[in-house]
């Protein structure tokens, strides 16, 4: 199964990408792992070796580039 990281300090706006992967595909082919901002980001990128990761740019900490 792949797995999709979303690394966004919103919560909502997570869930709105969750939820628009989700829809397109009638059943969860995807593994989400979430963070909430780019530091806990890198930490689970290492930890789950993720096939994509979807991030904001702009968020505390450290940002998305």
């Given at each position: 199964m792949k797995k999709i990281l979303?690394?966004?300090?919103?919560?909502d706006i997570r869930q709105l990408i969750r939820k628009g992967l989700t829809e397109t595909q009638g059943e969860i082919p995807y593994v989400f792992v979430e963070a909430d901002n780019g530091i806990t980001g890198i930490?689970?990128?290492?930890q789950h070796i993720p096939d994509?990761?979807?991030?904001?740019?702009?968020?505390?900490?450290?940002?998305g580039l």
């Amino acid at each position: 199964m792949k797995k999709i990281l979303i690394i966004e300090d919103n919560a909502d706006i997570r869930q709105l990408i969750r939820k628009g992967l989700t829809e397109t595909q009638g059943e969860i082919p995807y593994v989400f792992v979430e963070a909430d901002n780019g530091i806990t980001g890198i930490e689970l990128g290492n930890q789950h070796i993720p096939d994509l990761i979807i991030s904001d740019i702009m968020m505390p900490g450290k940002n998305g580039l």
